[in-house]
Each structure stands twice: as C-alpha cells, then as structure tokens.
C-alpha cells in the first residue's frame, strides 16, 4: 500500500510538469507573435489587399465582319505591329473592283467629252468666220440699198443670212459651255471614283487587326468564324514590360503614406522572396466611387465603412536568398502581401 502511494504523487507530479511546459511554451510562442504583431504594426503599414497590375490593351474591330484567321493564342508574346486576325474581305474586294470599273468609265467619258469640247471650240471658230461674213455682207448691202443697187428682198436675205449666222455663232458658243461643264463633271467623276477606292482601300486595311502594343496575349475572346462587331475585343493584351502593385489601404492610414515611401512586399506565388519598391501614385479617390454601384448615404440606414484608397508601389528590386525559384515570371492579377515602411 505504501509503495502505491508513493508511485501515485509522482505521476501526478510528472503530468503538472509537462503541462507547465506546454503551458510555457504556448505563453512563449503568444509571446513571441504578439512582439512581432507589435512590431510590424509600430514599423509599417501593412495589407494583403493588393495585386500585381499591368496595363491592358483591347485589340478590337473598327468595322464587322467575320473571323477567317487567328494568328496569335493566349500567352504568346507579340510585338506592335504584328498581324494578328483576319476578317472576311471578299465583299469589299469585289466592291473595290467595282470602283475601279468605275473610275475607268469616268477616265473614258473624260477623254470623250475633251474630244467634244475641242470639236465644239473649232465649231465656234467656223461659226464666228461666218458670222463676220454674214457682217460685212450686211453691212454692203445697206449701202448698196440707200444706192438702189439692191432690192428689199435682197437685202431682206442677206439680213436673215446674218441673224441665222449670229444664232448659230451662240449656238455653238452654248455647246461649248455645256462641253466646259461635260468635262468638270466628268473629272469630279473621277474624283469621286478615287476616294470610293480609298474608303475601300480603308476598309480592306481594316480586315487586318493587328497589335495595337507589345505584350503577352492575357485572353482571346473569339475564335475563327465568329462574327465581330465595331469596337468588339478579339484580345486582351497585358504590357507585361511594366508591372506595379495596387495596393488597397484604409482610410484611417493614408495619413501616413507619401509619394517616394519605401516599401516592402511578398508574393504569394513565390514565398520567400522579398521584393522592394516606392510610392509613386496614392488615389485621389475611394475604391468605392468607381464600383459598379457606388455607396448613396441619403437614406436613413447608415452604417458606416472604413474606404480603401488605392495606392500604387513599383517593382525595383528583389532578394532570393534560396534561389528557389530560378525562373520568376510576375503575371498581373497575383496576390501580393504589402509593408510599406512608416520611417
């Protein structure tokens, strides 16, 4: 009995010193969270509201029509400039053959009515020869009728002849005129016939998208034989050249954030690797302003929110200390962890 008795106080004893030990070490770790808790929020402004961002650049169709050729797929990189979607042309082409024709005819009926307004200017020349001639023989007529060397009937015809003279001169003076405008119509023709062929030209073009930037294809919104309309995006193209992180803080601490702060930040793909940066752009608007339905306070049920106002942090330079990660690609949209240095 005695020896059960002293066997049962130092089991006892032995289960209070572990768990004093599991008690400690518990106190230790709440410890040693709560210093680095306090220390991270005495040194920084910290958020994991935040991403990696790039300009985007939609490739859209100025006019509709349906797609035939796709030259690019998602994650390829492409250069300003290159062919990316072709659209149906077989329309335009035959209407461009057209115009063509077109202005052909035109070319025709303006060498046609030149040759007419040179006949009729030679018509005129005639035309003026006889009425000079009908003139004078007017003219020796009156006085060959004051001298009774002629009869009135004489002269009669000879008048008539002048005044038939003098109507065919305006005649012919007339045509020329209406041959003048024949020829300005049909240069204006012409004309017209030139700039269809350049609308057309224009339109052609067109069937051609091609990469507005340079940049990694992020996503393809149609395909081959679907029809596109005026201003419809076949691509959406990030310039991966130029990342940054929107960061989103609340209100509360953008007192103590300014342009050139330095920042620290992690992410989430790649843990381990620290990158650094600066401040260069603090929003001057909430992020709630521009949601799809920004908040209205008129009413009587009023809850007040903290407002996120977005800040912007470049992507300067970054520590491996590992090597984990040989091959590191930031792609927008990642999430990011961010500290940005209160001095």
Same mark, same amino acid.
């Given at each position: 009995?005695?020896?059960?008795?002293?066997?049962?106080?130092?089991?006892?004893?032995?289960?209070?010193?572990?768990?004093?030990?599991?008690?400690?070490?518990?106190?230790?770790?709440?410890?040693?969270?709560?210093?680095?808790?306090?220390?991270?929020?005495?040194?920084?402004?910290?958020?994991?509201?935040?991403?990696?961002?790039?300009?985007?650049?939609?490739?859209?169709?100025?006019?509709?029509?349906?797609?035939?050729?796709?030259?690019?797929?998602?994650?390829?990189?492409?250069?300003?400039?290159?062919?990316?979607?072709?659209?149906?042309?077989?329309?335009?082409?035959?209407?461009?053959?057209? !115009?063509? +024709?077109?202005? #052909?005819?035109?070319?025709?009926? /303006?060498?046609?009515?030149? *040759?007419?307004? $040179?006949?009729?200017?030679?018509?005129?020349?005639?035309?003026?020869?006889?009425?000079?001639?009908?003139?004078?023989?007017?003219?020796?007529?009156?006085?060959?009728?004051?001298?009774?060397?002629?009869?009135?009937?004489?002269?009669?015809?000879?008048?008539?002849?002048?005044?038939? !003279?003098? +109507?065919?001169? #305006?005649?012919?003076?007339?045509? /020329?005129?209406?041959?003048? *405008?024949?020829? $300005?119509?049909?240069?204006?023709?012409?004309?017209?016939?030139?700039?269809?062929?350049?609308?057309?030209?224009?339109?052609?073009?067109?069937?051609?998208?091609?990469?507005?930037?340079?940049?990694?294809?992020?996503?393809?919104?149609?395909?081959?034989?679907?029809?596109?309309?005026?201003?419809? +995006?076949?691509?959406?193209?990030?310039?991966?050249? /130029?990342?940054?992180?929107? *960061?989103?803080? $609340?209100?509360?601490?953008?007192?103590?954030?300014?342009?050139?702060?330095?920042?620290?930040?992690?992410?989430?793909?790649?843990?381990?690797?620290?990158?650094?940066?600066?401040?260069?752009?603090?929003?001057?608007?909430?992020?709630?302003?521009?949601?799809?339905?920004?908040?209205?306070?008129?009413?009587?049920?009023?809850?007040?929110?903290?407002?996120?106002?977005?800040?912007?942090?470049?992507?300067?330079?970054?520590?491996?200390?590992?090597?984990?990660?040989?091959?590191?690609?930031?792609?927008?949209?990642?999430?990011?962890?961010?500290?940005?240095?209160?001095?």
């Amino acid at each position: 009995m005695e020896t059960e008795q002293t066997q049962i106080p130092a089991s006892n004893k032995g289960r209070r010193i572990r768990a004093y030990i599991a008690l400690s070490v518990v106190v230790i770790a709440v410890l040693i969270g709560g210093w680095i808790w306090y220390k991270d929020y005495t040194a920084f402004y910290t958020t994991d509201d935040a991403y990696i961002e790039a300009d985007k650049v939609a490739v859209c169709a100025k006019m509709m029509g349906r797609i035939t050729r796709i030259y690019a797929d998602e994650g390829d990189s492409v250069k300003t400039g290159k062919l990316l979607v072709e659209l149906d042309s077989t329309d335009l082409v035959a209407q461009k053959i057209q !115009a063509i +024709a077109s202005r #052909d005819q035109a070319i025709s009926n /303006l060498h046609q009515t030149e *040759a007419r307004y $040179e006949l009729d200017q030679k018509t005129s020349q005639v035309q003026e020869i006889n009425k000079e001639k009908a003139q004078d023989d007017l003219n020796r007529a009156t006085v060959q009728l004051k001298g009774s060397v002629i009869s009135q009937e004489q002269y009669d015809h000879i008048k008539k002849a002048f005044e038939s !003279a003098q +109507a065919q001169l #305006d005649a012919s003076k007339a045509a /020329l005129n209406v041959s003048k *405008a024949q020829i $300005e119509n049909a240069a204006a023709s012409i004309k017209t016939a030139n700039a269809q062929i350049g609308t057309i030209a224009s339109l052609l073009n067109n069937t051609r998208i091609i990469a507005p930037a340079s940049g990694l294809i992020a996503k393809k919104w149609l395909l081959p034989g679907d029809v596109v309309q005026p201003g419809q +995006a076949v691509f959406t193209i990030t310039k991966d050249s /130029l990342l940054w992180v929107a *960061a989103m803080f $609340e209100e509360t601490k953008i007192g103590g954030i300014h342009y050139g702060q330095k920042t620290e930040f992690t992410v989430d793909a790649f843990p381990g690797i620290h990158y650094f940066g600066k401040v260069f752009y603090i929003g001057s608007n909430t992020a709630a302003q521009f949601s799809l339905i920004p908040p209205n306070n008129a009413s009587g049920n009023f809850t007040k929110i903290t407002q996120r106002i977005p800040v912007k942090i470049s992507i300067d330079t970054r520590i491996d200390p590992k090597h984990e990660y040989p091959a590191i690609k930031l792609a927008a949209g990642m999430s990011v962890y961010v500290k940005i240095y209160k001095k």
